[in-house]
């Protein structure tokens, strides 16, 4: 563990995007490719309420749970292990608190967003809705329309380099 510490500091990735957009599919390509510790709400609610819960189930777990990831995350970070954050982080304000958070444990962060339009998010959470893998949860049209207005999409300016190359043709913003 010493010899991680020595090399280079850790990263926080914070995986941004509303149901659907890919979020596991980005995160599950960084796990393999930084060896890292992937956190995903959604799954740990699973395992813990089953894959079915009830929505007031899943709206009163989604909170505590992700605290708690967010405990097992600084303690890897603080051990030199890098993280990636699946918890959507849908405001400007929730990814810089993240990004402080970081920063204050010595290691660097990195904002990846998957920014789709909602009719595509719509199409693609209808397909999975009829066939739920693990780990996931149905999501209705009208859910999809409240987060939708909720929903802060990154500017350029704070993506990683690698993911604003990506992004930039679903219409971000420069900062």
């Known amino acids: 563990m010493e010899a991680r510490k020595l090399s280079r500091p850790p990263t926080l990735h914070l995986i941004v995007g509303l149901p659907g957009s890919g979020k596991t599919t980005l995160a599950l390509s960084l796990e393999r490719e930084h060896d890292a510790l992937r956190l995903c709400p959604d799954e740990w609610i699973a395992r813990l309420y089953g894959n079915s819960p ?31 954050l699946e918890f959507g982080f849908w405001s400007r304000s929730e990814r810089e608190q993240f990004r402080a958070r970081a920063a204050a444990l010595g290691a660097s962060s990195e904002v990846h967003a998957l920014v789709l339009p909602e009719d595509e998010l719509w199409a693609r959470l209808s397909q999975r809705n009829a066939k739920l893998p693990p780990g996931t949860f149905a999501v209705t049209r009208e859910q999809l329309a409240t987060w939708w207005k909720l929903f802060e999409p990154p500017v350029l300016g704070e993506l990683s380099r690698r993911s604003a190359e990506i992004a930039a043709p679903g219409g971000l913003t420069r900062a």
């Not at 777990?61 to 303690?75: F, G, N, S, Y």
């Open 54 to 84: 009830s929505q007031p189930i899943l709206d009163a777990a989604r909170d505590p749970v992700e605290q708690l990831q967010w405990t097992v995350a600084e303690r890897a970070l603080q051990l030199g292990v890098s993280v990636i």
